[in-house]
């Protein structure tokens, strides 16, 4: 059954569109995820992107595993909202303890479900039946059946169980091994398309006129030179100028042509931006499910602080970082009607889907994103620019426009990972306990603030032990985690740990260095592995970016969010 067919005969996500929901969820039956084509051949569905990381072939092994199947029988579709289920998106590392697991399940409720299959077909006992090489087995009679005769290539509506008997990692013989790059050899020799490759009939090359700065709002617009140009589309919605052109050249010469003037806004300086996130937080989104101002207090600092023989005040900042994928943006968008079909690079292909809704009320039924493998997101590859660009270039030209940002674009227009200030105020005991911890965080991330006790390994956190806990009671704590709202400068994400997890681990290490020991609970020393001590900690100084700004006497180091803890 070829991909066209599986969504006539719904394999994969019905093709109406499965309405995104939050987080993960589920789809519960075998056919949203597998499918057996009557050749025998298993394709696998997911909403995860290929981005390097090689889950394309680390999720092939998984259910190649389950199906005792070799890889090379396995075909993963991958990041396409009319073939796969939902997917909130290829972030935060869940792709492995997540997706592979649930692809062991699906596969492994697949395997029993044939077994049934096999034993009901020849009315033999199903423990009789052994799974091995695409096939059912029946030893005692020498029948076996391969996967395709028996499923006839229909989709498998059964629901599967969460309780299905997946094989041991001790026992894998597939899963966890080494094998061949799913795909290697196209990479190698060129033959791997990415969405700057690809090609429609018909096609258009766009650009987009770049504001003048930040927030700039255009003023005057002269597009006459440019549109005397042979086969050039000229697009002006609001403050969105861009052109769509027979190629790259002529695309250029078309954007070189037009006069425009933009009403710049004022900018924050470099000296002021940190000063300036501190006295500027957003408020919370009404909507927000991640990050946003928090705050835990417990106990009372000044009495911890009393306590103490040693304390340490510190202040961290942390520059806008650009991701800088090696692929940098680029999307190609093709109407037909009133149905829009984007390739392009992305982490979040039903985020991108829900974006180009929004952007031209068009109904997220009539809108296919498709995730060609992608070389590298970093992380920042979580929005649509792109994407929406060139929807809008290839809406007026009325063919397909293909948009391919420059590397001074994705440096300049991209988002960035945020910049931030972390403040931190420590003290310990004469025997190392601690007994005050203070910990601001403004703009450079959530979800390290509570101490490690409170912390749950389910809460997304990136390592136990987020806040150095004291032994026993002795302990008050203040966190707080807020949000810069940085006028003008350059789009951002929240960042989840980079800048404050390395700044809290500094100050503990200060703490510890003024102390000759400092006491932690067992989550919380448990939490220091060599590779962060290796990474982050050499005698209270920083790699990276993240600086070490003015702190206190003899007081050492201090990061980031808002926690307090004292006696």
């Not at 995820?33 to 680390?58: A, C, F, M, P």
């Not at 009404?286 to 510190?314: C, H, K, N, V, W």
């Not at 993240?546 to 201090?558: N, Q, T, W």
């Amino acid at each position: 059954m070829s991909e066209t067919r599986a969504t006539t005969t719904g394999a994969g996500q019905p093709s109406g569109g499965q309405r995104a929901q939050p987080i993960e969820p589920d789809a519960s039956a075998i056919g949203d995820w597998l499918h057996i084509e009557r050749d025998g051949t298993v394709v696998v569905y997911t909403g995860k992107t290929e981005v390097g990381q090689n889950i394309r072939t680390s999720l092939a092994q998984a259910v190649a595993e389950e199906l005792r199947l070799p890889i090379t029988a396995i075909r993963l579709v991958m990041a396409d909202t009319t073939h796969t289920p939902y997917d909130m998106g290829t972030v935060g590392s869940r792709t492995t303890p997540i997706m592979a697991r649930r692809l062991h399940t699906v596969a492994a409720a697949t395997r029993e479900l044939l077994i049934e299959l096999a034993a009901a077909r020849w009315g033999v006992v199903r423990g009789e039946l052994r799974v091995a090489d695409g096939q059912i087995h029946h030893e005692r009679t020498s029948r076996a059946i391969g996967f395709g005769e028996l499923t006839q290539g229909q989709r498998l509506t059964q629901e599967y169980d969460d309780a299905a008997p997946v094989t041991p990692a001790d026992q894998w013989t597939i899963a966890g091994t080494s094998v061949a790059k799913v795909g290697g050899r196209a990479i190698v020799t060129g033959q791997r398309q990415y969405t700057p490759d690809l090609t429609r009939p018909g096609m258009l090359v766009g650009k987009v006129l770049r504001p003048a700065a930040f927030g700039a709002t255009l003023t005057t617009l002269d597009t006459s030179a440019a549109a005397a140009l042979p086969d050039v589309t000229i697009v002006h919605e609001g403050d969105f100028v861009g052109v769509a052109a027979p190629d790259m050249p002529a695309a250029t010469r078309a954007l070189e042509a037009i006069r425009a003037e933009w009403a710049a806004v004022p900018q924050i300086a470099a000296p002021d931006l940190f000063a300036y996130l501190k006295d500027h937080p957003a408020p919370p989104a009404a909507d927000q499910r991640f990050g946003g101002p928090q705050s835990y207090e417990q106990g009372s600092l000044a009495a911890g602080r009393a306590a103490a023989q040693y304390t340490l005040a510190q202040t961290y900042t942390v520059a806008y970082i650009a991701h800088a994928p090696l692929e940098p943006r680029s999307a190609l968008a093709e109407w037909q009607g009133q149905q829009l079909t984007i390739w392009t690079g992305t982490q979040r292909p039903f985020g991108v889907r829900g974006e180009l809704a929004l952007a031209f009320g068009t109904p997220e039924d009539d809108i296919r994103v498709i995730v060609p493998d992608t070389g590298a997101a970093y992380g920042g590859k979580h929005t649509g620019e792109a994407a929406i660009e060139a929807a809008r270039l290839a809406r007026a030209a009325g063919k397909p426009v293909k948009l391919i940002w420059t590397r001074e674009e994705e440096f300049t227009w991209a988002y960035f990972r945020p910049a931030g200030v972390i403040e931190v105020a420590g003290a310990v005991g004469a025997d190392g306990t601690l007994t005050a911890w203070e910990f601001h965080n403004y703009n450079a991330g959530s979800r390290c603030r509570q101490p490690a006790d409170r912390v749950s390994p389910r809460a997304g956190a990136a390592a136990p032990g987020i806040i150095p806990r004291a032994r026993g009671h002795r302990q008050s704590l203040r966190a707080r985690d807020a949000y810069g709202r940085a006028g003008a400068c350059p789009r951002y994400r929240p960042a989840h740990v980079p800048a404050a997890e390395p700044a809290r681990r500094a100050a503990a290490g200060g703490l510890r260095g003024g102390c000759g020991a400092l006491r932690l609970g067992r989550r919380a020393a448990a939490s220091r592995s060599r590779l962060w001590n290796r990474r982050w900690h050499r005698e209270g100084q920083l790699c990276g970016d993240l600086r070490r700004g003015g702190g206190g006497s003899r007081e050492r180091p201090g990061a980031g969010g808002t926690s307090r803890a004292g006696v």
